[in-house]
């Protein structure tokens, strides 16, 4: 029995183009109202009631049942003689292409809505990242996120939009870390329809492979936006990767775009595209003896790397023209699952089951082009885990374990191209004298409606999988001083009260430089620091090591030789580094005058290969060496606040 040729959606490349746009843009206005909307209403707290998980669950049922019911007619017209009507056209593409807005909205957004913090509120890595937006709110030049004077290490892109939204919403930078991070991945969801959409032609493949990725990515990796986003567009990437080494224009100008973005924002995840694009190329030029894969790597790389440039140049330049002693250690972490090899295929779950369709095309399928190009990313993302468990015997690592989000989303990717593949091909190569029409397009509902259930079995999930994540967000005390939870606040409570009496004293944010080892006040409040709270996420260029030694240098001598006021203000002085201005340690002012107690700094230190990586130590400042008229002393909370006048 002759297979018809499979009627095709893929729209021309101009086309692609704009709807990438309208869509990227249609998903970020309709995130933006949602989280409005949610903002306006009165909901439980998520840690303390279940109303916010029904309608989370009830919202997610809905958004998944209209996007399969809309797909699985638009797949049942295929094979239909009578045209499709044109508003049910419309209506699909609108539903297909702002669906997975809608999935981030309902999983993440509605059980956030009753607290102003993102997943994980202000635990460790997100304080860094709130100071890096609060930053970036301050300022649009790409400052570092706490030394004064330094360009940012870290990179920007995303965080400058985000300082960008929250100016024109007038938000503080805090309280824009929960709509951007939203906005953002919801946008890029929603890109990657028309994206798959053009690379398989077919619009239902194009939304089931978004909303799978978009649900993997809020499960795995949601706390970490920008990584998100690129992790979201890695599969994609792959098959740019390979229609590029084949000649095509289009695709080297979209991985060209990704790449360049993507280096912007999270370089772990550009490296390994880069790395794959770069062994795809280097394959393709070997079996057809042609230059051409070669000259499409050099003009795609030479393009991504002057857009990274943007946001990478004014370190670089700080780097080649500056002394600096520079070290980083973002790459001294080892948990545990850094030690293990992913294996998602072996999940009792409905992305398991993809993982183990997906290995199982890749194998089967191999002489297919796309699937060998994401089978040869299968192995390159291996290969990166494994050389990551290598490279631990000389002292650092290459932080494997991040890889796991993208194995699964590659596997998983491959596996909605595997049933779509024997949806298309499976029945008539099987059974081709006994498949009618008729048979054909109930065989194809019916595939349809099981992966649509198996879909929302793991969707509604979201929220449950991500508890640990936005009980921090009700838990924490927020830039305004107060829990989610409506339990009492922590210490944040007195920042607000810190930053008037500093304002007051004549030091505004962005023209200060603080002495503290509370990071949150740093998160809340753009001054900067003068020293960052962990190596991991220091800038090199802040000379992180040499300014612990310094401070406990200046501990140590107000005990000492710097015992009186003026010695040690020449100390601060004297650095290498612009000295604090202010200081906010902890301790009992009267019982410190009197004697009794000392000021009291915490500093970290890396010691990896130990896991935990971080060891903190206290150090102590004499009182007595901060008493002239030279400083400016308050009690706020359990903080002694200093300001020098």
Same mark, same amino acid.
């Given at each position: ?39 306006? +209403? ?26 399969? #019911?809309?797909?699985?007619?638009? !797949? ?80 920007? @892109? ?36 028309? #994206?798959?959409?053009?690379? *398989? ?8 492979? @978004?909303?799978?990725?978009? @649900? ?32 095509? =224009? ?11 973005? !993507? ?31 070669? =000259? ?53 779950? +409905? ?27 299968? #192995? ?15 002292? *650092? ?66 929220? !449950? ?38 304002? @007051? ?26 020293? /960052? ?21 200046? /501990?140590?001598?107000? =005990? ?11 100390? $601060? ?47 102590? $400042?004499?009182?007595?060496? $901060? ?19």
């Amino acid at each position: 029995m002759a297979v018809s040729p499979t009627p095709t959606d893929r729209w021309s490349a101009p086309a692609t183009g704009a709807a990438i746009v309208l869509a990227g843009g249609f998903g970020a206005l309709v995130t933006l109202a949602g989280w409005l909307v949610l903002r306006a +209403v009165s909901l439980p707290a998520f840690n303390t009631s279940m109303v916010t998980r029904a309608l989370a669950t009830a919202g997610t049922v809905l958004i998944i049942a209209a996007a399969v #019911v809309l797909v699985a007619l638009w !797949s049942r017209d295929r094979d239909h003689p009578a045209p499709r009507p044109r508003w049910r056209q419309w209506l699909t593409v609108a539903v297909g292409y702002l669906c997975p807005a809608g999935l981030v909205l309902t999983t993440t957004g509605l059980p956030l809505s009753a607290t102003a913090l993102y997943l994980d509120g202000l635990q460790v890595d997100q304080a860094f990242r709130t100071q890096f937006l609060t930053r970036m709110t301050q300022t649009a030049h790409l400052a570092d996120m706490n030394y004064w004077g330094l360009p940012s290490y870290y990179p920007s @892109a995303w965080f400058w939009g985000g300082g960008r939204l929250a100016n024109l919403l007038g938000l503080e930078g805090w309280a824009v870390f929960q709509p951007w991070a939203l906005i953002s991945i919801a946008a890029a969801a929603c890109m990657l329809v028309p #994206v798959w959409q053009r690379l *398989t032609g077919s619009l239902p493949q194009g939304v089931a492979i @978004a909303l799978t990725t978009t @649900a993997i990515i809020l499960v795995m990796h949601p706390d970490e936006p920008y990584a998100a986003i690129i992790a979201l567009g890695t599969p994609a990437a792959i098959l740019l990767a390979r229609r590029s080494s084949h000649g095509s =224009w289009f695709a080297s100008c979209g991985l060209a775009i990704f790449l360049g973005v !993507s280096a912007s924002m999270y370089t772990l995840y550009t490296a390994l595209v880069a790395g794959t694009a770069v062994v795809i190329a280097l394959l393709t030029a070997i079996v057809r003896r042609s230059l051409v894969a070669l =000259w499409h790597l050099l003009v795609t790389g030479v393009v991504s790397i002057a857009i990274a440039l943007i946001v990478w140049g004014p370190y670089l330049l700080e780097q080649l023209t500056g002394n600096y002693d520079a070290h980083a250690t973002a790459m001294h972490f080892l948990p545990r699952e850094g030690t293990q090899l992913p294996l998602p295929f072996f999940s009792f779950t +409905v992305v398991g089951l993809l993982c183990l369709v997906g290995l199982i095309y890749l194998v089967s399928g191999f002489d297919r082009p796309d699937i060998r190009a994401l089978a040869c990313a299968t #192995v390159c993302f291996y290969g990166w885990i494994l050389l990551s468990m290598v490279v631990t015997a000389v002292g *650092t690592t290459l932080l494997g374990f991040r890889v796991d989000v993208l194995v699964t989303a590659v596997l998983a990717t491959a596996g909605i191209l595997g049933f779509a593949h024997l949806r298309a091909r499976g029945a008539d190569y099987l059974y081709p004298d006994r498949v009618s029409p008729r048979m054909r397009r109930m065989f194809s509902l019916v595939l349809v409606v099981i992966l649509g259930l198996g879909g929302l079995a793991y969707a509604q999930q979201i929220p !449950s999988r991500n508890e640990e994540h936005i009980d921090h967000a009700y838990t924490d005390t927020d830039g305004s001083g107060e829990r989610a939870d409506r339990f009492a606040p922590d210490a944040a409570q007195y920042y607000q009260e810190i930053d008037e009496y500093l304002r @007051a004293a004549g030091h505004p944010p962005e023209d200060t430089v603080v002495l503290t080892d509370e990071i949150r006040f740093l998160s809340y409040y753009p001054y900067f620091g003068f020293q /960052a709270f962990t190596s991991h996420y220091a800038n090199p260029l802040g000379e992180y090591t040499q300014r612990n030694q310094t401070i406990e240098h200046w /501990a140590e001598a107000s =005990w000492g030789p710097a015992e009186d006021p003026e010695a040690l203000l020449g100390e $601060f002085d004297g650095a290498r580094w612009r000295g604090p201005d202010a200081f906010i340690m902890r301790a009992d002012l009267d019982a410190a005058q009197a004697g009794e107690d000392a000021f009291k700094l915490h500093l970290s230190e890396d010691i990896y290969p130990n896991q935990p990586n971080v060891r903190y130590r206290a150090v102590f $400042f004499n009182p007595q060496a $901060f008493e002239s008229s030279d400083w400016k002393l308050t009690q706020i909370g359990p903080f002694v606040v200093g300001a020098r006048t």
